[in-house]
T-cell receptor, first 113, second 111 residues
Framework: NAGVTQTPKFQVLKTGQSMTLQCAQD?????MSWYRQDPGMGLRLIHY???????DQGEVPNGYNVSRSTTEDFPLRLLSAAPSQTSVYFC????????????FGDGTRLSIL | GENVEQHPSTLSVQEGDSAVIKCTYS??????FPWYKQELGKRPQLIID?????GEKKDQRIAVTLNKTAKHFSLHITETQPEDSAVYFC??????????FGKGTSLLVTP
């Protein structure tokens, strides 16, 4: 039981490049979400999903896309990277939306030059 | 939407003393209040949570209290140890919605 697995752990991109951050969980959790963490800003919700085929926007969705084709996977896509997207990204999953503890992945540290 | 305020942003205590972190929330319908601990460079990890039908919950040296009327909840750590040094986040949510986190409290426990 690996929990929530994020890849890659580190990534450096140039402005304008695109990439996908991967997130997978093996706990059969319905609810998955993506957060970004910036100094002094706490954890801000980017996008979330309450089940396969269903996604919704969080607090800071601009510049990011998500999809949820399976229960296990919830990738986050940066369409055209900008320096303002330099951050640490965390994926999380839980049994129920907002009612159960969230399990976080180890995070992806992303730098945009 | 829900707005969670967390205070203080930094807290320094001596080993053995108690530490208290306070959070307020805006949505009276919020019914789940977790606390996460994040060590440097690591993932946030749940340390304790409380639901709106409970006023207090304790787990060894940590406890959380909830005042629904005043819409605030607090984390209490007793007999602090250096390994308690970390950033602590509170969150509040109502069923069917996403967690809203406070901005965090950096706790330093000095020997």
């Amino acid at each position: 039981n690996a929990g929530v697995t994020q890849t890659p752990k580190f990534q450096v991109l140039k402005t304008g490049q695109s990439m996908t951050l991967q997130c997978a969980q093996d706990m059969n959790h319905e609810y998955m979400s993506w957060y970004r963490q910036d100094p002094g800003m706490g954890l801000r919700l980017i996008h979330y999903s309450v089940g396969a085929g269903i996604t919704d926007q969080g607090e800071v969705p601009n510049g990011y896309n998500v999809s949820r084709s399976t229960t296990e996977d919830f990738p986050l896509r940066l369409l055209s990277a900008a320096p303002s997207q330099t951050s640490v990204y965390f994926c999380a999953s839980s049994q129920g939306q907002g009612r159960e503890p969230q399990h976080f992945g180890d995070g992806t540290r992303l730098s945009i030059l | 939407g829900e707005n969670v305020e967390q205070h203080p942003s930094t807290l320094s205590v001596q080993e053995g003393d108690s530490a208290v972190i306070k959070c307020t929330y805006s949505d009276s319908a919020s019914n789940y209040f977790p606390w996460y601990k994040q060590e440097l460079g690591k993932r946030p990890q749940l340390i304790i949570d409380i639901r709106s039908n409970v006023g207090e919950k304790k787990d060894q040296r940590i406890a959380v209290t909830l005042n629904k009327t005043a819409k605030h909840f607090s984390l209490h750590i007793t007999e602090t140890q250096p390994e308690d040094s970390a950033v602590y986040f509170c969150a509040a949510v109502r069923s069917g919605y996403a967690l809203n986190f406070g901005k965090g409290t950096s706790l330093l426990v000095t020997p």
